[in-house]
């Protein structure tokens, strides 16, 4: 079949956030007295929604977080995407030339969202077409965001492709039925993030956003041909 639709992660995929991310988080919960580190936050949450994240934390707490941990959590991270934040590289150019329609699904919420994309000027680039996991019941793996944003975008899951960064993205990009392209050019990505995105299930992995065009012609080509 071929590909209609480009459907874009946020957080690591069009902005390199995921290391600022990391440190916001576990800054925030460490103070709320839940130590871990950015590494841990990275190896357990990458990919999955906050709401997830926190019922976890919650059941090995043994009570809920506080309120405030919510305001300080998105006060450190807006703070630190406004001052850090850069879109991944090649990204907008990529948007220049691909002919396919794009939108974004993304387990961050539309503020955080609007912040993140918007002090990368991708905000209006994407705009109105951002779906985040609070659209839907269950996040990342689940493949019920991916779902809601393809019918928001009127392409059958068939003719779409997924760019994602996250083992939990990549999960759930094929359980709903379409294919599933592994980024690891963010900063948070190592020598070993590649073959971790194959191994989970991505049709193919790369790592400069620049290869983006070529690959997705290549695939809708192959489809036409086999």
Do not use: W
Not at 74 to 102: C, K, N, S
Not at 158 to 176: F, N, P, Y
């Amino acid at each position: 079949m071929p590909i209609d639709l480009i459907i874009f992660d946020c957080d690591g995929v069009l902005v390199d956030s995921e290391l600022i991310s990391c440190r916001a988080h576990a800054d925030v919960l460490t103070r709320h007295g839940y130590p871990i580190t950015s590494a841990q936050v990275s190896e357990r949450f990458l990919g999955r929604s906050t709401k997830q994240a926190n019922l976890e934390i919650e059941s090995e707490l043994g009570r809920r977080l506080p309120e405030a941990y919510h305001g300080d959590l998105q006060d450190e991270l807006f703070r630190a995407f406004e001052a850090d934040l850069e879109a991944i590289r090649g990204i907008h150019d990529v948007l220049d030339v691909v002919t396919q329609r794009v939108c974004v699904a993304s387990s961050g919420s539309h503020p955080r969202m609007q912040v993140s994309l918007g002090s990368t000027g991708l905000y209006e680039r994407l705009a109105p077409n951002i779906f985040s996991s609070s659209q839907v019941t269950n996040g990342k793996p689940a493949p019920d965001l991916f779902l809601f944003a393809a019918s928001q975008m009127g392409v059958p899951p068939e003719r779409c492709v997924v760019i994602e960064d996250s083992l939990a993205g990549i999960a759930g990009a094929r359980a709903a039925g379409m294919k599933v392209f592994g980024f690891y050019g963010g900063s948070h990505c190592d020598d070993r993030h590649a073959e971790t995105l194959r191994q989970a299930g991505a049709d193919l992995t790369f790592g400069d956003m620049h290869e983006l065009p070529d690959l997705i012609r290549r695939v809708a080509a192959d489809a036409l041909t086999g």
